[in-house]
């Protein structure tokens, strides 16, 4: 019959030698141990070896140097060989069953009649037991047997569900914070934050329209005015006779040339009128009927009256550079240069980081810097200025504040709660000058909900095994729990009306969160 060898490996094990010897049924297999190979040397290994090919029919042999297992081979009735080549020239074991026992192995003698005696006597008394006495042992047992299932699913079975609210509480910190260029570092115990300066050089134009006047020579209005005779007689009106509006205030003309009045009541003459000096320009330009009164001797004889109104009279001025106009636009430029350095150093910074527009100032001009278009008293209508400046703030980062605030309230806890996740909030109060110089003032505020903690466990320990209202009186008298919200208890079956006496069997919750 061919020989199947096998090369056993480091790696092989039980399962995959039994896998092997499932295809060889009936042949003859020769396992080869390599002498560097530790595994599947035990007396142990060989056994389940030799059994698993026995149930193969398999013809099993080894080839080994191990002293040990060639001991444990001739032990078992294994062939075992030295080499491959003395496998194929020598005589094969054939496996056999061990169908007699060792002499150490032989049942002790025939029992003595006292001994027999004793255990018919046994019997015998066994068989005159009363079967009233049977039955109420067998009852007794099925009792016990019922009150041990009946305690076990007693306390196996019953369930709680404790649903309980968390006592809650909302904790602020204000802190009084002082920003200082000086500081290099946050200062949590003076409440001082480092506070950086910002420069900028930044450049603008402006424009504003000039506000002085120069009059120039200006142009009388004229009229023409109806002069009519009070009386029977001529009435002769010199030159220079001086006539004047009646409403508001009064607006002097005289007439340019003597004329005379025909006599007799209600004749009439027309003359021309002119604005006096101390009324020319466009003062003059009365409407119809305002020149009506004659001043003087001749009011009493005459009467007077401009049916059209007067015309050409003309102010002729120009705009002049006022020193106001300098004031105006010196201000109006370094309004800009600040807004256009506030938007330079904004672009530069963090989220986190914030100029303080009450530190935003001028720090350095020059005379070279500002260039006006003209000056004062100069006649134009309008002047512009170039100016060029170097513009300072200062910047804190409300980081710092922040780790300040959330430190303070951190502190503020109390014993048994902590910080609920999200809930922490800042606020920043506006800036003030402070009284050093490249100091700011602040107020920061900060709060936070706090939940308080519970050893869930614990409160199940002692949960266990009370009543209904004692557990309600337990739980109320937890501080950690609110009474805003009072604990729930769900029992199952809930006709039960204690606890379980278990408390894996108690379910300790928190509600949902508001």
């Given at each position: 019959?061919?020989?199947?060898?096998?090369?056993?490996?480091?790696?092989?094990?039980?399962?995959?030698?039994?896998?092997?010897?499932?295809?060889?049924?009936?042949?003859?297999?020769?396992?080869?141990?390599?002498?560097?190979?530790?595994?599947?040397?035990?007396?142990?290994?060989?056994?389940?070896?030799?059994?698993?090919?026995?149930?193969?029919?398999?013809?099993?042999?080894?080839?080994?140097?191990?002293?040990?297992?060639?001991?444990?081979?001739?032990?078992?009735?294994?062939?075992?060989?030295?080499?491959?080549?003395?496998?194929?020239?020598?005589?094969?074991?054939?496996?056999?069953?061990?169908?007699?026992?060792?002499?150490?192995?032989?049942?002790?003698?025939?029992?003595?009649?006292?001994?027999?005696?004793?255990?018919?006597?046994?019997?015998?008394?066994?068989?005159?037991?009363?079967?009233?006495?049977?039955?109420?042992?067998?009852?007794?047992?099925?009792?016990?047997?019922?009150?041990?299932?009946?305690?076990?699913?007693?306390?196996?079975?019953?369930?709680?569900?404790?649903?309980?609210?968390?006592?809650?509480?909302?904790?602020?910190?204000?802190?009084?914070?002082?920003?200082?260029?000086?500081?290099?570092?946050?200062?949590?115990?003076?409440?001082?934050?480092?506070?950086?300066?910002?420069?900028?050089?930044?450049?603008?134009?402006?424009?504003?329209?000039?506000?002085?006047?120069?009059?120039?020579?200006?142009?009388?209005?004229?009229?023409?005015?109806?002069?009519?005779?009070?009386?029977?007689?001529?009435?002769?009106?010199?030159?220079?006779?001086?006539?004047?509006?009646?409403?508001?205030?009064?607006?002097?003309?005289?007439?340019?040339?003597?004329?005379?009045?025909?006599?007799?009541?209600?004749?009439?003459?027309?003359?021309?009128?002119?604005?006096?000096?101390?009324?020319?320009?466009?003062?003059?330009?009365?409407?119809?009927?305002?020149?009506?009164?004659?001043?003087?001797?001749?009011?009493?004889?005459?009467?007077?009256?401009?049916?059209?109104?007067?015309?050409?009279?003309?102010?002729?001025?120009?705009?002049?550079?006022?020193?106001?106009?300098?004031?105006?636009?010196?201000?109006?430029?370094?309004?800009?240069?600040?807004?256009?350095?506030?938007?330079?150093?904004?672009?530069?910074?963090?989220?986190?980081?914030?100029?303080?527009?009450?530190?935003?100032?001028?720090?350095q001009e020059r005379k070279e810097w500002t260039r006006f278009s003209a000056d004062v008293g100069a006649m134009t209508s309008e002047l512009s200025l170039t100016m060029r400046a170097v513009v300072s703030a200062?910047?804190?980062?409300?980081?710092?504040?922040?780790?300040?605030?959330?430190?303070?309230?951190?502190?503020?806890?109390?014993?048994?709660?902590?910080?609920?996740a999200d809930s922490l909030t800042y606020a920043r109060g506006p800036f003030k000058i402070g009284r050093a110089d490249g100091q700011i003032n602040f107020t920061a505020t900060a709060s936070a909900?706090?939940?308080?903690?519970?050893?869930?466990?614990?409160?199940?320990?002692?949960?266990?095994?009370?009543?209904?209202?004692?557990?309600?009186?337990?739980?109320?008298?937890?501080?950690?729990?609110?009474?805003?919200?009072?604990?729930?208890?769900?029992?199952?079956?809930?006709?039960?009306?204690?606890?379980?006496?278990?408390?894996?069997?108690?379910?300790?919750?928190?509600?949902?969160?508001?």
């Amino acid at each position: 019959m061919e020989i199947v060898s096998y090369n056993l490996e480091a790696t092989d094990t039980l399962v995959s030698l039994r896998q092997r010897l499932a295809g060889l049924r009936g042949r003859r297999v020769l396992l080869i141990w390599p002498e560097a190979a530790a595994n599947l040397r035990s007396k142990l290994d060989l056994v389940l070896i030799q059994r698993e090919a026995d149930r193969r029919a398999v013809q099993l042999a080894i080839v080994t140097t191990d002293e040990m297992q060639r001991l444990y081979a001739a032990e078992l009735n294994i062939s075992c060989f030295d080499s491959l080549e003395a496998s194929q020239s020598s005589r094969w074991k054939r496996g056999r069953k061990k169908l007699f026992l060792p002499r150490y192995h032989k049942p002790s003698p025939d029992l003595r009649a006292e001994d027999l005696a004793l255990i018919a006597g046994r019997l015998s008394r066994r068989n005159q037991r009363s079967r009233w006495r049977t039955l109420m042992e067998r009852l007794a047992v099925l009792a016990l047997l019922a009150g041990v299932v009946g305690a076990a699913l007693y306390a196996v079975v019953p369930g709680a569900e404790v649903v309980v609210s968390l006592q809650k509480e909302t904790i602020t910190v204000v802190v009084d914070v002082v920003a200082d260029r000086k500081a290099d570092a946050l200062r949590a115990n003076s409440a001082i934050i480092p506070a950086q300066v910002l420069r900028e050089t930044v450049e603008t134009s402006a424009t504003v329209p000039a506000t002085g006047t120069v009059w120039l020579d200006s142009v009388s209005a004229a009229a023409i005015v109806t002069f009519a005779n009070l009386g029977a007689d001529q009435v002769d009106i010199p030159r220079g006779t001086i006539l004047a509006t009646s409403a508001g205030e009064p607006i002097l003309f005289e007439t340019a040339a003597q004329v005379v009045v025909p006599a007799g009541v209600g004749q009439r003459v027309d003359a021309t009128v002119e604005a006096m000096t101390s009324h020319r320009g466009s003062v003059g330009n009365v409407g119809p009927g305002m020149i009506n009164t004659v001043l003087g001797e001749l009011s009493d004889r005459v009467s007077a009256i401009n049916l059209a109104p007067a015309a050409g009279g003309s102010n002729q001025s120009v705009k002049t550079v006022a020193a106001g106009d300098k004031r105006q636009l010196l201000e109006s430029a370094r309004i800009q240069l600040q807004s256009l350095a506030y938007e330079q150093m904004r672009a530069g910074l963090s989220e986190s980081q914030v100029i303080i527009i009450e530190s935003l100032r001028i720090e350095q001009e020059r005379k070279e810097w500002t260039r006006f278009s003209a000056d004062v008293g100069a006649m134009t209508s309008e002047l512009s200025l170039t100016m060029r400046a170097v513009v300072s703030a200062l910047v804190v980062d409300d980081r710092y504040g922040r780790q300040l605030t959330a430190a303070r309230l951190r502190d503020k806890i109390p014993a048994n709660f902590e910080l609920v996740a999200d809930s922490l909030t800042y606020a920043r109060g506006p800036f003030k000058i402070g009284r050093a110089d490249g100091q700011i003032n602040f107020t920061a505020t900060a709060s936070a909900a706090v939940i308080a903690t519970f050893e869930g466990e614990q409160l199940r320990e002692r949960l266990a095994g009370i009543s209904l209202a004692e557990a309600r009186d337990l739980l109320a008298m937890q501080p950690e729990l609110s009474s805003k919200r009072p604990p729930r208890i769900s029992l199952y079956p809930p006709s039960l009306q204690r606890m379980p006496i278990m408390a894996v069997r108690i379910r300790v919750r928190e509600s949902e969160r508001q």
